[in-house]
């Protein structure tokens, strides 16, 4: 696959662009609603669809599915994100408002984040073809972990992470709005929406780790991997905001997941022995999330929304407005210059 470099500036200056209309739409800290998340869902769906049409048209049918194979796997897969991330907010009490501005940089750190390991990932499989082995054997045994532990729940309150960034970096319990920093008797120390940023970077990170190999069971293009990954990732906030309250609803999702990284780690194995087509890769990836997701759906038929429920990290709480003002009044204020000794 041939791509010049100006299709690589352009694919890079159109996601700053759709980051910077979302943070710009979002710019001010609000609770946002089911409506408004389903309605930049089906922005972000669109727009990885319409790129894969564009792939389809540059450079072939080949190409086209493996992008759409690829971006399958990766929103797939993030779904399962999306569902930790409603419980370490819940953990937290982070209020809905500030959510967004959590995930925005979480999205944005993925993003860079993912980029490296796709590089790395494309640089050894060139070098040392053996790896894919490798990665095929992880997802395997990755995806029958995770059959075995689809009941296990997440408990952001165990985290080693948690414990090292509250060992080493000061913290109050106090959120005051989207600061992230706040100076306290001349102190500078974080917020709660600091250690939840650097738990849901983690938790991505961690996330990384599956669905960057799982990509590369389908397609080896560097480009396709990344673009497929951006676009899933891109329309990864709106899909909390769509999805947070309905967690006790996707019952057999994670056992749908499983079966997906077994699926592509069998077809990584098989390379060199036998080729399976895109198509059918496509087509049995799409079959067990749709049969997944339909059944989890019939299966909890009537039950409505409801907020997620974990066990609490700490004794959190939002900072009054009288709070908030002596906070904005101490940062106004600026130092008194020494006046030296009185002149004689």
């Known amino acids: 696959m041939d791509v010049p470099l100006y299709a690589w500036l352009a694919v890079l200056g159109a996601i700053v662009a759709m980051l910077a209309i979302d943070l710009f739409a979002h710019r001010r800290a609000h609770v946002i609603g089911v409506r408004e998340a389903l309605a930049w869902s089906i922005v ?8 894969g049409i564009v792939v389809w048209n540059m450079w072939g049918a080949e190409y086209g599915q493996q992008y759409f194979a690829g971006y399958l796997i990766e929103k797939s897969l993030a779904v399962d994100n999306v569902f930790i991330w409603a419980i370490i907010f819940a953990a937290f009490a982070v209020p809905r ?15 860079i984040f993912r980029g490296i390991f796709i590089a790395a990932g494309a640089a050894l499989i060139q070098n040392f073809s053996w790896i894919l082995y490798v990665f095929a054997a992880f997802l395997i045994l990755t995806g029958i972990q995770l059959l075995r532990t689809r009941n296990e729940h997440v408990h952001p309150e165990r985290s080693v992470v948690l414990r090292l960034f509250r060992r080493f970096v000061p913290m109050t319990d106090v959120y005051y709005g989207q600061r992230f920093l706040v100076r306290k008797a001349g102190v500078l120390v974080a917020t709660p929406l600091l250690a939840v940023l650097v738990l849901v970077e983690v938790t ?4 990384a780790v599956d669905s960057i190999p799982a990509i590369f069971a389908v397609t080896s293009e560097p480009f396709l991997v990344f673009t497929a990954n951006a676009f899933a990732i891109l329309g990864l906030r709106a899909m909390y905001f769509l999805l947070a309250d309905l967690i006790h609803r996707f019952i057999y999702l994670k056992i749908g997941l499983a079966f997906v990284l077994v699926w592509v780690g069998i077809k990584m194995a098989l390379l060199d022995v036998f080729y399976i087509p895109t198509t059918v890769s496509l087509a049995v990836v799409a079959l067990i999330i749709t049969v997944s997701i339909g059944a989890s759906l019939i299966a909890t038929r009537g039950q409505g929304r409801r907020p997620v429920e974990a066990t609490a990290a700490g004794s959190f709480r939002v900072a009054t407005e009288e709070e908030i003002a002596e906070l904005e009044s101490v940062g106004r204020r600026k130092p008194r210059a020494s006046s030296g000794s009185p002149r004689s």
């Not at 995930?103 to 750190?109: D, H, R, S």
């Not at 991505?204 to 996330?207: G, S, T």
Request: hydrophobic share 65%.
């Open 204 to 207: 991505d990170i961690v996330f």
């Open 44 to 51: 972000w769906v669109l727009s990885g669809i319409s790129f």
């Open 97 to 111: 408002e500030l959510q967004h501005r959590v995930l925005f940089l979480g999205v944005l750190g993925a993003l």
